[in-house]
């Protein structure tokens, strides 16, 4: 186990689209060992995507169920080969991000969706998902297509008077 | 290198290239900008900004005169300490919504401070028609006072077409 190095903004690497994982092996479960050790390092961390630490394969980490207040979640979930099927509504809420420190913007992100993914075996998952873990796995995506939040970020004032339909913003 | 840093504040009537004829000029100085607000109010567009660089104050008025007569603006600048990187993460929001009611702001605001709520960032607006106005006010902060005692605190002035909503913000960070 180790805590690997986060890379910030603006490190190019960060933009860079990530890779299907295809084999389900060892080295796959000892990497994602070593990303949920330093996602539990990172300063409050709920989420991390494998790009962030220059591991540029399609596996993402989330836990949504140590919230301040309690939000619907599926608890400790690693996701390889996280894809999204369906959206439905859209709301603002507030992120910030291991690899843009020490800012936090508004961003617009579909209420609900279905998500499809394997586990660290290769066995499919599946899920329904809501608010702020709905909101947690959109976030992971755009780091294996290469999106930050920062190119998402609206003020109050647009999303009062502007409000605008969610584009379905990559990972498939 | 940054020695001194200004709180600039210009106001003028809005019109197209404020921004890039003001920050142009900043550059050309070898001035640095830290955060700012930049904001169109009724008609006015609205600059504050942090500002940093080796001037003294009268030396970075006398700079920037030419740019600000051309753009027709006004300019205020307070000396300010550049404390930058502490942002500080809301965890309440106050939305305030409804009918156009004198007094709603400080009303809202007497409460909030009551509870302990500090204000990080208020933006308030005028929407519907001139016939019929809708007040809106989004208020982020931040508190250690339980939720429910704030909306408690709040409740007294949800009257009147008046609404006012009290949010957790949970910031997604990963
Ligand atoms: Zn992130």
């Known amino acids: ?23 389900f092996d060892d080295a796959l479960r000892a990497f994602i060992a070593d990303l949920e050790e330093t996602r539990r390092n990172g300063p409050a961390a709920v989420g991390i995507a494998a790009p962030q630490v220059g591991y540029f394969k399609r596996v993402v980490i989330i836990d949504c169920s140590t919230t301040r207040k ?24 507030r992120e910030g991000c291991l690899s843009v420190p020490d800012y936090t913007g508004n961003v617009i992100r579909a209420t609900r969706i279905h998500l499809v993914a394997r586990d660290p075996n290769g066995e499919p998952l599946e899920f ?34 502007k409000r605008k339909v969610y584009q379905k913003g990559g990972g498939s | 290198m940054t020695n ?21 000029a900043l550059f050309e100085r070898g001035l640095n900008l830290g955060e700012t607000s930049m904001l169109r109010l009724g008609g006015n567009f609205t600059i504050m900004m942090m500002v940093g660089g080796v ?31 502490e942002h500080v993460l809301p965890n309440i929001q106050v939305t305030v919504t409804g009918a156009d009611r004198a007094g709603i702001v400080a009303q809202v605001t007497a409460a909030l401070t009551d509870v302990g709520f500090n204000i990080l ?10 016939h019929k106005p809708v007040y809106i006010m989004q208020i982020a902060g931040v508190a250690d006072a339980p939720i429910e005692k ?18 957790a913000v949970d910031t997604y960070i990963g």
């Open chain 1, 128 to 161: 329904d998902m809501e608010g702020y873990e709905a909101r947690a796995v959109q976030h992971e995506i755009d780091h294996l297509d290469g999106l930050l939040f920062v190119d998402r970020v609206v003020s109050r004032r647009t999303d009062l008077f």
């Open chain 1, 70 to 93: 309690p939000v619907p979640n599926h608890g400790y979930l690693v996701l390889v080969n996280p894809e999204i099927t369906h959206w439905e509504g859209y709301e603002p809420g």
């Open chain 2, 55 to 85: 001037q003294q104050e009268d030396e970075l008025r006398a700079q920037l005169k030419p740019v600000i007569e051309a753009q027709g603006m006004r300019l205020h600048v307070d000396a300010i300490q550049g404390r930058l990187h």
């Open chain 2, 121 to 130: 960032d208020l933006e308030s607006d005028v929407a519907g028609t001139a």
């Open chain 2, 4 to 24: 001194n840093w200004y709180m600039l504040t210009l106001i003028g009537e809005d019109k197209p290239g404020i921004v890039a004829a003001v920050t142009q």
């Open chain 1, 1 to 23: 186990m180790a805590i690997l190095d986060i890379l910030t903004l603006p490190d190019p690497a960060l933009k860079q689209v990530s890779e299907a994982v295809t084999e």
């Open chain 2, 150 to 167: 704030i909306e408690a605190a709040l409740e007294a002035l949800r009257k009147d077409g008046v609404d006012v909503n009290v949010n």
